[in-house]
């Protein structure tokens, strides 16, 4: 499994911008799907965005579309996750995630990875 370490958030005012990153352990990180969730206190996890391992394809969470987006470096084994136009509904703890050549054909779930980071809070202030 690769290990996964994110880092970036922080507290902001609402219409504000983060940006987090995940780094990534291990040497096949360009055969990684990876993927964006987020858990608010009392909430499920919940999918934010994805990147395809092969395709680069990008997938949003209707609640983001529009203000957030994922890219990633293979050259820096890092994924990140522009956050512009913060809501204060987009507080939670923010994990990345990984899973070796997941092929997604829908939004995933969070049972579609199996590594994860240990998450960053992310907290916008109304």
């Known amino acids: 499994q690769v290990q996964l370490a994110e880092s970036g958030g922080g507290l902001v005012q609402a219409g504000g911008s983060l940006r987090l990153s995940c780094a990534a352990s291990g040497r096949t990180f360009s055969s990684y799907t990876m993927g964006w969730f987020r858990q608010a206190p009392g909430r499920e996890r919940e999918f934010v965005a994805a990147?395809?391992?092969?395709?680069?394809?990008?997938y949003y969470a209707e609640s983001v579309k529009g203000r957030f987006t994922i890219s990633r470096d293979n050259a820096k084994n890092t994924v990140y996750l522009q956050m512009n136009s913060l809501k204060p509904e987009d507080t939670a703890v923010y994990y990345c995630?990984?899973?070796?050549?997941?092929?997604?054909?829908?939004?995933?779930?969070?049972?579609?990875?199996?590594?994860w980071g240990q998450g960053t809070q992310v907290t916008v202030s109304s």
């Open positions: 990147t395809n391992w092969n395709s680069g394809r990008t």
């Open positions: 995630a990984a899973e070796l050549k997941l092929l997604l054909i829908r939004l995933p779930t969070p049972r579609d990875f199996g590594s």
